[in-house]
């Protein structure tokens, strides 16, 4: 990466750690087998999936049995949600979510609507948590699915999952949990969640783009998704992305290895933007909560302020970080997280959010509050709005 970029979009994307692409290369070039094949060369391969399902069950204190890998944390996400819709619908079309899921999630639930199930969207708070008595009144005689995300790819907000898991478990509710933007940054283990299925997203946590993995507790009813051959013990077909296995599995046991190092970085670099920000610029918010909330996680809103302009005059400066999910950018709507927790749309629009990772530092944290300082103030001075609010003595 050029030097003089300041890439802070890590919820985004990350780039793949030079440890990870190593041991993923020999399985472009030399152990190229398909793992299907009864030959040796197949057999390396095959011995290279099941290690990484060992490594990735390991570190969530899983049976490897019971790790499923997918080519995206979407596809995770989709199958646990309708494969367990469908293979459950017998039992009843109910089902809940929250208002502040991932499209992935979202519209996977939209699909089941068009299908004739139905969902409640749990509502959050302010700072975005859902109430763990919202779910508990939610939950009906004909709920078959809960699927509730770790923690939030905009806002940060990290959810209550072992209580919420609990009260589903209590009523003999299945628990999914979306831990795309979880995993690699927070000590995630099933058990201790009791959740009875988790997504999760290699490039989230410096593994490569296009491999997730669906854990999947033993005993739970689940349709397969994608059908084909008999790969992934006949329940995901299709030949397996060998390197980008072996990728996420290295990519996660060095996450873990490295937990307590890395929030400790990026909890310092994160305090010192939100103090920073708060102290320098006015009519500045911070959305989601100050302490329960992912690590490298900034989201700010700043009133009288274009988030789209921010975001071009910041990479004008080399600093690239986003206005909320990667997904919807292109899209003029306000982001669905930061109408939930009731945000105007006029400062939704404002939304800035940075998300940092190893590299990132304490320079490059004075520099992007420097130049925030210097742009907001330019596109206010430019805002029909700020200039109303001055004139009527800054009262609005
Ligand atoms: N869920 C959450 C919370 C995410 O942040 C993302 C990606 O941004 C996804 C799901 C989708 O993962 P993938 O990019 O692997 O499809």
Redesign the pocket.
Known sequence: MDKHIVYVDH??TTYVKPEVFEAMKPYFTEYFGNPSSIYSLGRESKKAIENARGVIAECLGAQPSEIYFTG????A?NWAIKGVAYANRKKGKHLITSAIE?H??LHAFDYLKKEGFEVTYLPVDERGFVNPKDLAEAIRPDTTLVSI?MA??EIGTIQPIKELAAIAKEKGVIFHT?A??AMGNLDVKVNDLNVDLL?M?A??FYGP?GV?ALYVRKGVRIDSFVHGGAQERNKRAGTENVPGIVGMAAALKLAYENLEEYNKHLRKLSNKLIDSVMERIPYVRLNGDRENRLPGNVNFSFQFIEGESLLLMLDMKGIQASSG???TSGSLDPSHVLLAIGLPHEIAHGSLRITFGEDNTEEQVDYIVDNLVEIVERLRQMSPLYEDFVKKGQKA
Not at 72 to 75: A, D, L, N, R, V
């Open positions: 919820a985004a995206s944390g979407t596809e996400d991932h992935a999630v995300m939030n790819n979306d795309v933007q997504s997203s490039h989230k783009k997730g999910s990667a997904c």
